[in-house]
């Protein structure tokens, strides 16, 4: 699954795209992040992390496509 | 009503006023965010703005959407600058135009909060010794 990445999450992972090695299909937002979560430890110290699907805000219990585009989100400080 | 939504390397000011003329709009207000010299008392040199563009687009026309739905606006402009920034630069253009006023200054209002909210663009800011994402620390 390729996983686009932003702003510190971005620093974290190393890449503004990452290969995320998936053997199921389909797989709960939650369950994606508990695996990132393994991967990058880093990331459970961000006060938010939000994932996009297709664009949109998902929630934790969305269900994601590996074929999906999906996203980091770290807070975000536009304005 | 009619929308102009725009990420951007260089904010054009002037562009974002004139996509805010109307003939039916009594009154256009603007809201203008630029770069400060001061974060938490250090000292900023620049900001670097990063923004997932297609979603940032995406969701500055639902904003401007939903702006529309709550007050009677003939036009909403939304610009967000990404790159480098220097102090002074302007980052963020906001503006409604509407008959009366009241509707142009809270739609205004309302959109560069929930602009800061929701729309995926972060900023990095540099100080003389260091720089950090803001926000991405507890």
């Known amino acids: ?79 | 009503m009619e929308s102009h939504i725009a990420i951007t390397p260089e904010i054009n000011i002037q562009e974002g006023y004139e996509n805010l003329i109307d003939p039916k709009s009594g009154g256009i207000c603007t809201f203008i965010g630029t770069v400060r010299d001061l974060n938490n008392e250090k000292e900023v040199s620049n900001l670097f703005f990063e923004a997932y563009e297609k979603m940032a687009i995406l969701k500055l026309e639902e904003l401007a959407q939903e702006a529309g739905s709550k007050w009677p606006l003939n036009k909403v402009v939304l610009i967000h600058a990404v790159g480098m920034k220097k102090i002074t630069d302007p980052v963020v253009f906001v503006g409604a135009s509407s008959a009366h006023r009241d509707a142009a200054f809270q739609a205004s209002r309302y959109l560069i909060d929930r602009l800061k909210e929701v729309v995926p663009i972060w900023k990095k800011e540099t100080y003389q010794d260091h720089s950090s994402w803001i926000n991405a620390h507890p």
Request: aromatic share 8%; hydrophobic share 45%.
């Open chain 1, 1 to 79: 699954m390729k996983i686009n990445a932003f702003g510190i999450a971005k620093d974290i992972t190393g890449a503004s795209q990452i290969e995320f090695p998936m053997e199921e299909t389909f797989v709960k937002v939650k369950d994606l992040k508990s695996l990132l979560y393994q991967k990058y430890p880093d990331l459970i110290n961000l006060p938010s992390l939000a994932i996009s699907v297709n664009l949109f805000y998902a929630s934790e219990e969305t269900i994601v496509n590996k074929h999906d585009e999906v996203a980091l989100i770290p807070p975000v400080s536009g304005g």
